[in-house]
């Protein structure tokens, strides 16, 4: 039996990226972000969904891609990390797929030192770039992140 990794496939500008299905709760409609301040730049603000604030996490600046207004059409992927669920603004999500672990490369074999991303895979459509949302954030951004939910948290109560 080949072991098979279950990814969902999200979009930001014409690149494809994939997350452990494990790690995803949902995807919803993108809503009106409330910013954080003080929090690290990779994060634009935070929402609130029934009752739960998260951080929206903007990839883009992650990736170094042109930045852009969030548009209705636009989706939060909401998933989970150790330290707590976030939301990450793509512009869509794609599919759920089966793909054979033996098909997947190791970041390091390509990039060595890219902590976020886990592996690449080849589809039909192109590369897809594999994202390990435990390293998305860096120790310090994580720290700052705490800090700043702490301070809304207090102040906007």
Known sequence: ????????????DLQRYALELEVVERVIRAVEVTPLPSAPAIVLGVIDLEGLVLPVLNLRRRFNLPEREIHPDDQFLVARTSRRPVALFVDAVEA?????????????EIVPGVEQIRGV?????????????????????????????????VHGA
Request: net charge negative; charged share 25%.
């Open 96 to 108: 759920v797929i089966e793909h054979p672990e033996f098909g997947t490369i190791g970041a390091a």
């Open 121 to 153: 895979i080849q589809l039909e459509e192109g590369l897809v770039l594999i994202h390990d949302l435990e390293k998305f954030l860096s120790l310090e951004e994580a720290r700052l992140l705490d800090d700043a939910i702490s301070q809304e948290v």
């Open 1 to 12: 039996m080949i072991n098979s990794t279950p990814l969902v496939v999200f979009r930001l």
